[in-house]
């Protein structure tokens, strides 16, 4: 059951939430451009050199979050639009590829004239604008694709391109300084489409027809003459930013913090074709577990499909939506702590006064419309039942749980009921490889077993404080009195495999106390 807030608006002026202070810069800067065209354009750009990654997820998953802001604030119906550059030509052939001989065959030629290495789509580029598609689909956002190389053939960009041509000079003004000495001799805002080879062509300039929409360019001595319109030829990135904004009218766009410079360029060049520029959020770029960028191409990261596999798409909404502009790492091992942070979220929000509720990041997940399920345990405890119960069935873990709240009705708890999926194909894929079981010593034996007559003096129906508190005993009447950090790391060490574990008093009361026993006599033998 998911729960509609209405939220007074005098409260939603005053949030700090970050969708809400986006979509209140852009009413407050461009509100009269709006009503004059009847509609709000927000863009989000696509590289197809490579697989769609979570990175790409998270540019329209934000975007969305600005979108849902802006239907508390206006009425002005909006517009996301997804932009694939499959019109770029390829430069090095990713890592993560298979048939990669195909792409090194065709490299400098624009994506969507690639044969398609997997052989399913005509080409490279529309196999990733699939993909692309695909998974922004999965997650039910609402979006307009387009194709750079549609629109550039199609004519739909002649018009700009006319324009850019017409302004060339001014244009080169702001270019040619941001460059080095030698690549300023060469440069040219228009790259040609080479009509023997189809390759993008990075060639110099050396005559413009501007009547006739011409450049003559130079091709290793040998004169090329090419009409720019109709997708003869494309333009050179910072440029080509600019002119997208122009023709598609946009009035918002997020960009990583590596293309603010760009950023800052491309919007002098759209001064200079006549258009106020868009609304910008620039956020910080996600690290891989060794700290480095997250690369289409490389593939390095955790994928859209993997976390799919491990926990649920709100939780990867949750992790888009916190800190925006502050780095993150984004590898398998920080899914646990994501889908904690879900659960603990979704518990708060009920009882919230309307002002936290909307700095509460559920709220943005959901589109205001957050769940009202009663959580029933941690993630992170959920894999270590599933370690210690050596179950890979829902039903046998659905078991374990009716054992310390029995009248619990499964379908009031569809979010934990697929909880118990994501926990078991986690521990199997990711917790069960880097588990480290050690040996206890003779010391550790005898508390362990010190441990196990206590337990044995327990009734099931104890609750978990009781349980926990025994647990501290037995730690600080043997030897642990002055450090019982390391007490519990000796248990999990010992039992889960890991420095860490879940509260114990807890963990039991799910587990039982018998299978309790059971599972440290097997530990210790």
Not at 142 to 171: A, M, P, R, W
Not at 297 to 311: F, P, V
Request: hydrophobic share 35%; net charge positive; proline share 5%.
């Amino acid at each position: 059951m998911n729960l509609c807030v209405v939220i007074d608006k005098s409260i939603i002026e005053k949030t700090t939430a970050w969708p809400f202070v986006e979509a209140r810069k852009l009413l407050k800067e461009r509100k009269s451009l709006f009503e004059k065209k009847g509609k709000i354009i927000l863009q989000t750009g696509y590289g197809p050199s490579g697989l769609p990654h979570i990175g790409t997820f998270a540019e329209v998953a934000r975007t969305s979050m600005v979108v849902n802001a802006l239907n508390y604030l206006t009425d002005i119906p909006k517009e996301i639009i997804t932009f694939s550059d499959d019109m770029d030509g390829l430069r090095k052939v990713p890592d993560n590829i298979p048939n990669s001989e195909v792409l090194k065959d065709n490299l400098g030629k624009p994506l969507t004239v690639i044969p398609d290495p997997f052989k399913k789509f005509k080409s490279f580029g529309e196999h990733n604008n699939e993909m692309l598609k695909s998974f922004l689909n999965e997650f039910k956002f609402n979006y307009l694709f387009k194709s750079s190389t549609k629109l550039y053939k199609s004519g739909f960009f002649n018009e700009s391109l006319s324009l850019v041509l017409n302004k060339y000079e001014e244009i080169m003004n702001i270019i040619l300084p941001t460059l080095g000495k030698e690549r300023q001799k060469t440069y040219s805002p228009f790259l040609p489409i080479c009509p023997d080879t189809n390759k993008v062509l990075e060639i110099p300039m050396i005559e413009i027809i501007k009547e006739k929409n011409q450049i003559v360019f130079d091709n290793n001595g040998k004169k090329l003459e090419i009409n720019i319109l109709n997708g003869n030829a494309k333009l050179q990135w910072k440029v080509d930013w600019a002119m997208r904004w122009y023709a598609l009218d946009v009035d918002f766009e997020m960009y990583g913090k590596d293309l603010i410079e760009s950023a800052i360029l491309s919007k002098k060049v759209l001064n200079i074709l006549g258009k106020k520029n868009p609304n910008g959020f620039a956020y910080e770029l996600f690290l891989d577990a060794k700290g480095e960028k997250i690369s289409k191409s490389k593939g390095n990261g955790i994928t859209i499909e993997d976390w799919l596999k491990y926990a649920s798409p709100e939780s990867l909404s949750l992790y888009m939506y916190q800190n925006p502009q502050r780095a993150k790492k984004l590898y398998h091992e920080v899914v646990p702590k994501a889908v904690d942070e879900y659960l603990d979220l979704i518990e708060k929000f009920e009882n919230q006064e309307d002002l936290k509720k909307i700095l509460n990041p559920i709220w943005h997940v959901h589109n205001g419309k957050p769940p009202t399920e009663k959580i029933i345990m941690p993630f992170s405890m959920l894999l270590n039942l599933v370690g210690t119960s050596n179950s890979s069935s829902k039903e046998l873990l659905w078991k374990f749980v009716k054992k310390y709240k029995k009248n619990i009705n499964e379908k009031q708890h569809p979010i934990f009921d697929k909880l118990i999926g994501y926990a078991i194909n986690y521990f199997n894929e990711v917790v069960k490889l880097n588990k480290k079981f050690r040996k206890p010593n003779k010391e550790e034996k005898v508390i362990l077993n010190i441990l196990i007559e206590k337990l044995k003096m327990c009734d099931e129906k104890m609750n978990p404080e009781e349980i926990q508190t025994i647990i501290y005993s037995v730690g600080k009447e043997n030897g642990y009195s002055k450090n019982l950090r390391e007490w519990f790391k000796t248990i999990y060490e010992i039992i889960f495999g890991d420095e860490n574990g879940p509260r114990l008093g807890f963990f039991i009361s799910f587990f039982g106390i018998q299978e309790t026993i059971k599972l440290i006599e097997e530990k210790i033998k």
